[in-house]
């Protein structure tokens, strides 16, 4: 499926804050995308369509926009941009329409198929689309402001009822908390979502509204992981918060934390699948890991390892991301899309990289997540 990204920098993208029903409005995207916005003009050269908009887009090159209403078919689509101005990108284009391009045309970012079957106040049970587990998620962003408190279904009936929940109730009682704002206000947080249509992760500065801030980062995510076993059909995660947070909380409380140990026992808090690898049973926890040698056993992804740049090559190194059940010792699969860096914070937050080798083709940005370590999160259209 595309791999779409969606940003609160973007035009007509939702704001998140720490008011109650914004998260719902973030998460609305995975259904609807985004509204349309109106183009001035598309030109093209060779093969290359330059597009004019009315206003700033906000987007950033890699991100799959589409296009639609223009009267030569061949611009219409979805497609992968370059950025080459604030208002202003280029995608390539099949064939040689004429230029300029005609009629009321307007760009977006389409939603990523996802449905939204049931509703309430402030909450919604969202559930994955075809080609994926289609487990649901139930978001309730009424009960508190500066958090939505999140949990998985296998099977739901309305927007409260569900069967197989991930995590259960005993794991934890009231689901875990998706974090919007540091403060029970209307301040804009700046946000970025990516889905691939199984797999969602969501990205929010919590505590500011632009990138770059030195403050606290949170990454969640819900979604099917690659699996090692054939025919997993159990193997949806979700990562959360398993407390309210704030800006002096301690690390270990806060999504994201790997366990780079050197074996495969520990569990990373707030970490669960549907099942386990046997596909028996209910909800399980999960545990992380990367590098451990690279990465000097780190407990927080992207806190320690080695040098950067590499001195023998140049080199800024990754690892996947395993993904363990640490109550049996068994590896089960790996984070589809997102990666561990080898390094101590190795990029600025929002920095971008070209893959090489085994990754070329893959486009790469860093992600700063909670008070120390970082992310790397493929945002091309390649997982």
Request: with cysteine; charged share 10%.
């Amino acid at each position: 499926m595309p791999v779409r990204t969606y940003r609160s920098s973007n035009i007509n993208a939702p704001t998140l804050s720490g008011t109650v029903g914004t998260g719902i409005g973030v998460l609305d995207l995975l259904v609807n995308g985004t509204t349309a916005a109106s183009v001035s003009s598309i030109t093209r050269s060779g093969s290359t369509a330059t597009v004019t908009t009315a206003l700033n887009h906000g987007y950033t090159t890699g991100q799959l926009v589409t296009i639609a209403g223009a009267n030569e078919s061949d611009y219409n689509g979805e497609f992968s941009i370059t950025v080459t101005g604030a208002t202003a990108f280029t995608y390539t284009v099949s064939n040689s329409p004429a230029t300029p391009a005609t009629g009321t045309i307007t760009y977006r970012i389409a939603g990523s198929g996802w449905t939204k079957p049931f509703t309430g106040t402030n909450t919604a049970m969202y559930r994955q689309p075809s080609g994926s587990n289609m487990f649901y998620m139930q978001v309730d962003d009424n009960t508190t402001a500066r958090e939505m408190r999140v949990r998985g279904f296998e099977t739901a009936s309305d927007v409260v009822t569900g069967t197989g929940p991930f995590p259960t109730v005993a794991q934890q009682a009231t689901g875990g908390f998706w974090q919007k704002s540091s403060a029970a206000d209307a301040t804009a947080r700046a946000w970025v979502m990516v889905c691939n249509g199984p797999t969602l992760y969501f990205w929010v500065q919590t505590n500011a509204n632009s990138r770059g801030n030195t403050s606290l980062a949170q990454m969640y995510c819900f979604g099917d992981f690659t699996s090692y076993k054939t025919g997993d059909v159990y193997n949806t995660m979700i990562q959360e918060n398993v407390t309210t947070v704030t800006l002096n909380d301690t690390i270990a409380s806060c999504a994201g934390v790997a366990a780079n140990t050197t074996y495969v026992t520990t569990a990373a808090p707030g970490f669960w699948a549907a099942r386990s690898h046997t596909q028996i049973g209910s909800s399980v926890t999960l545990g992380r890991t990367g590098d451990p040698a690279k990465m000097a056993n780190t407990t927080i992804i992207g806190n320690n390892g080695l040098g950067y740049p590499s001195p023998v090559d140049g080199g800024l190194y990754v690892a996947p991301i395993f993904i363990h059940e640490p109550t049996t010792a068994v590896l089960r699969g790996v984070m589809p899309g997102v990666w561990a860096p080898c390094h101590n914070r190795a990029l600025t937050d929002g920095d971008t990289f070209s893959g090489t080798g085994t990754l070329a083709g893959k486009l790469f940005e860093a992600f700063n997540n909670n008070a120390a370590g970082q992310l790397f999160l493929e945002i091309s259209n390649t997982w």
